[in-house]
């Protein structure tokens, strides 16, 4: 099953920028996903499974790196590109 993810991320620190571009490059390393940043959110397409998967482990390391972050996510089960 195809699926749509958008993310919005919030780490609550002066140095906000540097986790998220982390965040998205991280994300950008699996082939099996497509990722389509603007300014205000990041879409990530791919199988839902697959999705997931990543999307908890790449939650994880990133919520493991700073001290206090909030992740907004929207998740569609269609592919919406």
């Known amino acids: 099953m195809k699926a749509?993810?958008?993310i919005s991320m919030y780490p609550l620190t002066k140095e906000?920028?540097?986790?998220?571009?982390?965040?998205?490059?991280?994300?950008?390393?699996y082939p099996e996903l497509e990722i389509r940043s603007?300014?205000?959110?990041?879409?990530?397409?791919g199988e839902y499974d697959?999705?997931?998967?990543?999307?908890?482990?790449?939650m994880k390391a990133s919520f493991s790196e700073e001290l206090e972050t909030v992740m907004v996510f929207k998740i569609a089960n269609l592919d919406l590109r």
């Open 38 to 45: 603007n300014t205000m959110s990041t879409q990530v397409f």
């Open 16 to 29: 906000y920028g540097t986790p998220i571009l982390q965040f998205i490059h991280r994300l950008k390393e």
């Open 50 to 58: 697959d999705l997931m998967s990543i999307l908890t482990k790449e």
């Open 4 to 6: 749509s993810v958008e």
